[in-house]
């Protein structure tokens, strides 16, 4: 404990004094706007390269994780967009969407490097690359795992019939979706620590934040959840907008959360780097 407190403090001082409540509105609002343009040009691009089912995919790998209570309106919201006809993959509406889905990962890579103590050296063409390219590998992944996911049906009912003994882990590999979500959670904050913000990090130092990022996402979400279903009155107060409200506060929660888990790496890293200066040079 007498180590990790100072850890901790180092990195709950330096969120608090640089911006860091700031910063996780400006990643909440970031979401939202390039949440729906994402799903849009996921979709033209899917349909383009014959992906057809990439928009229920998409749809269940990105709102799986989140509490029913508030990813539901949002969900529905989002299937109303993606069955409206498009022109093509190659119109203005749809690079667009590409664009303004780039933003998001814009806001998530400042935020980054402000956590990690980084001054970002690299140009801003290199930047908006490494955004558009991170929602292009994005769309490509679930495509992939549509692509799969296709197949997964006609697996299960051969190994129902040629394994019946492995019926218990069947049944588990049936409910997919939640499963695969996470791991597409991880993987996704994984990348974001390693490649989006300025310097160089190994992965063993990244997992700390991440870890604390995954209990303290749950917790948080368990809890606004319920705060929801009990005491909340967004319906009220809001009317019509309660849901976009919702979704915001939210994403404002998870946001924070996920600032805080990279203060903890880096205040991990400047821990280790003040210990081994005072040890000095080894013999």
Not at 15 to 40: E, K
Not at 101 to 122: C, D, I, K, P
Not at 220 to 242: P, R
């Amino acid at each position: 404990m007498q180590r990790i407190r100072p850890v901790i403090v180092d990195a709950v001082t330096h969120f608090n004094n640089d911006d860091g409540w700031a910063m996780a509105s400006h990643v909440a609002l970031s979401i939202i706007l390039a949440l729906f343009p994402f799903m849009i040009f996921g979709t033209a691009l899917a349909s383009f390269l014959g992906a057809n089912a990439y928009a229920e995919t998409a749809s269940h790998l990105i709102f799986d994780a989140w509490p029913e209570s508030i990813a539901e309106p949002i969900s529905r919201e989002v299937v109303n967009v993606l069955t409206v006809e498009r022109g093509g993959l190659l119109t203005v509406s749809v690079l667009a969407a590409a664009f303004f889905s780039a933003n998001g990962v814009g806001a998530l890579r400042v935020s980054l490097n402000r956590a990690y103590r980084v001054t970002e050296t690299r140009s801003w063409y290199v930047t908006r690359a490494q955004d558009l390219v991170f929602v292009v590998v994005a769309v490509l992944v679930i495509m992939a795992i549509s692509f799969l996911l296709v197949l997964a049906p006609l697996a299960l009912k051969l190994a129902r019939q040629f394994a019946p003994w492995m019926e218990t882990m069947i049944s588990a590999v049936d409910n997919w979706r939640i499963l695969v979500a996470v791991l597409v959670l991880v993987g996704g904050l994984i990348t974001s620590h390693l490649w989006l913000p300025c310097g160089h990090r190994k992965l063993i130092e990244v997992m700390p934040g991440i870890g604390v990022t995954l209990i303290a996402w749950i917790a948080g979400a368990l809890t606004f959840a319920s705060y929801l279903n009990q005491f909340a009155t967004y319906a009220s107060t809001y009317a019509g907008l309660a849901s976009i409200m919702i979704a915001l506060v939210f994403l404002y929660i998870i946001a924070a959360i996920f600032i805080l888990g990279a203060e903890i790496n880096a205040a991990l890293l400047k821990a280790r780097t003040c210990s081994e200066a005072a040890q000095g040079p080894a013999l």
